[in-house]
């Protein structure tokens, strides 16, 4: 993989503006998302991990009961890059 360019803070504001559902922290995305049923949040799970697969870019998941959390950083840059934008507009089709 190339290496990314982090972005800077009125880059990551402006992503923001079209991914209203997430939220900056640190140096990270972070969305939770609520699913109906466990099965269906292990499910939505599934799904994001063969995006993430497929784009060698793999967010960290944190699962409670319904409630799957999402948390983007490029740990190889140290920060956000445009790979965590792109994750993130691919999560949200997911959802």
């Known amino acids: 993989m190339a290496q990314q360019t982090l972005l800077s803070d ?5 992503a923001l503006t079209e991914l209203p559902e997430w939220s900056r922290s ?4 972070t969305r ?5 049923t466990f099965p269906a949040g ?11 697969e497929e784009a060698n870019h793999h967010p960290d998941i944190d699962i409670r009961w319904r409630k799957v959390t999402f948390t983007l950083s490029t740990h190889s840059a140290g920060g956000l890059t445009a790979l965590d934008v792109a994750l993130a507009h691919e999560i949200n ?3």
Not at 32 to 36: H, I, K, P
């Open 10 to 14: 009125t880059e990551i504001a402006e």
């Open 32 to 36: 939770t998302v609520e699913a109906a």
């Open 42 to 52: 292990i499910e939505l799970v599934r799904r994001v991990a063969d995006v993430a």
């Open 93 to 95: 089709r997911l959802c």
């Open 26 to 29: 640190g140096d990270a995305l």
